[in-house]
């Protein structure tokens, strides 16, 4: 199995500020890697796939990076509406597996 | 509207059944694989099951295999999970979800519904 690390496990920071998150996985996943984001009580959100590509109707303010073992979520000015958990998720190898998430928190 | 809509979570004691039930609407279900995606409370996020088009191929994480059955009705726009053998650790809202492109691998979760909790407790 695909294990995914995310890190950090917390993120605070201040809204218009860069919030940078990181998702390691312990194989090659290719770019076969997405994004989500949920806010308490939501389903989640399908941010990113295919590592860069954003899904319809996300921000440009979001944006993903990397290849095969170490991707990047990238919001470049945080939105109060941002403030959520984010999850990496691999779709290269079953089981499909999700990271453990990323809290972003309002400083 | 485009949504999935799931329905028949509830508490039941380890060692029970339980049958979710997943209503689409607003799209054609018939095209899409669709999964299974659980979260206990407080935690993250975990693939369950899966179930193409066609119902030609079915997957089950581990921890399921044997106890779980994936089902669908195309002509009902519907998706099941049959439960059974249910233990605490299965506890979690259960949400059904579809995939954006019907490949299964390179493919993601772009459709969720809002979820059903299901309690196994004595």
């Known amino acids: 199995e695909i294990v995914l690390t995310q890190s950090p496990a917390t993120l605070s920071l201040s809204p218009g500020e860069r919030a940078t998150l990181s998702c390691r996985a312990s194989q090659s996943v290719s770019s076969y890697l997405a994004w989500y984001q949920q806010k308490p009580g939501q389903a989640p959100r399908l941010l990113i796939f295919?590592?860069?590509n954003r899904a319809t109707g996300i921000p440009a303010r979001f944006s993903g990076s990397g290849s095969e073992t170490d991707f990047t979520l990238t919001i470049s000015s945080l939105e109060p509406e941002d403030f959520a958990i984010y999850y990496c998720h691999q779709r290269s190898i079953w089981p499909w597996t999700f990271g453990q998430g990323t809290k972003v928190e309002i400083k | 509207e485009v949504q999935l809509v799931e329905s028949g979570g509830g508490l039941v004691k380890p060692g029970g059944s339980l049958r979710l039930s997943c209503a689409a609407s607003g799209f054609t279900f018939s095209s899409y694989t669709m999964n299974w995606v659980r979260q206990a409370p407080g935690k993250g996020l975990e693939w369950v099951s899966s179930i193409s088009s066609g119902s030609s191929y079915i997957y089950y994480t581990d921890s399921v295999k044997g106890r779980i059955i994936i089902s669908r009705d195309n002509a009902k726009n519907s998706l099941y999970l049959q439960m059974n053998s249910l233990r605490a650790e299965d506890t979690a809202v259960y949400y059904c979800?579809?995939?954006?492109?019907?490949?299964?691998?390179?493919?993601?979760?772009?459709?969720w519904g809002r979820g059903t909790l299901v309690t196994v407790s004595s």
């Open positions: 979800a579809r995939d954006q492109k019907g490949t299964m691998v390179a493919d993601y979760f772009d459709l």
């Open positions: 295919d590592a860069s």
